[in-house]
């Protein structure tokens, strides 16, 4: 993916809209087609299952590319001086509307980079829908982190901005807190791969562990391993996954030497 963004740029005035007549719009407005909000493709998903789309309105294209323009200027900003650095002032200077309006389309700074920053555990969740169901959930599982970093790795830019989350406390929360919905839906498609019953805890078991294992996958990455490093730590990790990470076998034999060098 690509974005035609430059670091601390001014962009054009939006329209020349007069910003008093800007309409509110959602805090969180989803990808394109999630039910009644405009994507970054401007489209506008079904209400109710049952309706065609309609094309999006001039308003709602005004929205999408404000909040788009908004976005991008704000992680430019953050990459060249630092998220503590910058201000809701300066990010709306920059793209030449006002604080108010600014916050008509993100509740605070925290939540600007929401709008760019791709949710990876997301990615490898619908990879992961696509896999064959028949096939072992490990191989389905490494093929759809596989997948993702495949494509991540063309985007230089989204590198430094998980090593920017990763810095910066505040995002960094904001980033795991969101690991937590990421774990619920892993967990329902292991429970129907796995055929387990409705009230078996093992499904969010697994889930939470890959999880785990994804989310320090993703960490290694932005300490600058090439693709190939990725991949043979992606290999190797779901490898140790589905092994129990050896600790069935290796972990009593520890304890053993330890116990032997204390007693000696």
């Known amino acids: 993916m690509s974005y035609g963004w430059a670091t601390g740029a001014r962009l054009p005035p939006v329209d020349g809209a007069d910003e008093s007549r800007v309409i509110d719009v959602p805090s969180r407005p989803g990808a394109s087609g999630e039910p009644g909000q405009v994507g970054e493709t401007g489209t506008v998903g079904d209400r109710d299952g049952g309706e065609p789309e309609r094309p999006p309105s001039l308003t709602e294209r005004r929205m999408a590319r404000t909040r788009r323009q908004l976005a991008e200027v704000a992680a430019g900003l953050f990459l060249e001086r630092?998220?503590?650095?910058?201000?809701?002032?300066?990010?709306?200077?920059?793209?030449?509307?006002?604080?108010?309006?600014?916050?008509?389309?993100?509740?605070?700074?925290?939540?600007?980079?929401?709008?760019?920053?791709?949710?990876?555990?997301?990615?490898?969740?619908?990879?992961?829908?696509?896999r064959p169901r028949d096939e072992p959930v490990a191989d389905s599982l490494r093929a759809a982190a596989r997948s993702w970093v495949s494509t991540a790795e063309r985007d230089a830019r989204s590198v430094r901005l998980f090593g920017l989350v990763r810095r910066t406390p505040v995002l960094r929360t904001r980033w795991l807190a969101r690991r937590t919905d990421d774990q619920e839906a892993l967990a329902e498609i292991l429970a129907e791969r796995l055929g387990a019953?409705?009230?078996s805890p093992i499904p969010l078991?697994?889930?939470?562990?890959?999880?785990?294992?994804?989310i320090t996958i993703f960490e290694f990455w932005v300490e600058h391993l090439d693709e190939a490093e990725l991949l043979a730590l992606i290999d190797e990790a779901i490898d140790a996954l589905v092994d129990g990470f050896g600790i069935s076998e290796r972990a009593p034999s520890a304890l053993g030497k330890r116990s032997r060098r204390r007693s000696g």
């Open 205 to 214: 078991l697994a889930a939470g562990a890959m999880i785990g294992v994804l």
């Open 197 to 199: 019953g409705p009230h």
């Open 82 to 130: 630092g998220y503590e650095a910058v201000t809701v002032e300066e990010i709306a200077a920059a793209v030449e509307v006002s604080p108010r309006t600014f916050f008509r389309y993100f509740p605070s700074k925290d939540d600007v980079l929401d709008e760019i920053l791709v949710n990876e555990v997301d990615e490898v969740i619908a990879a992961l829908r696509q």
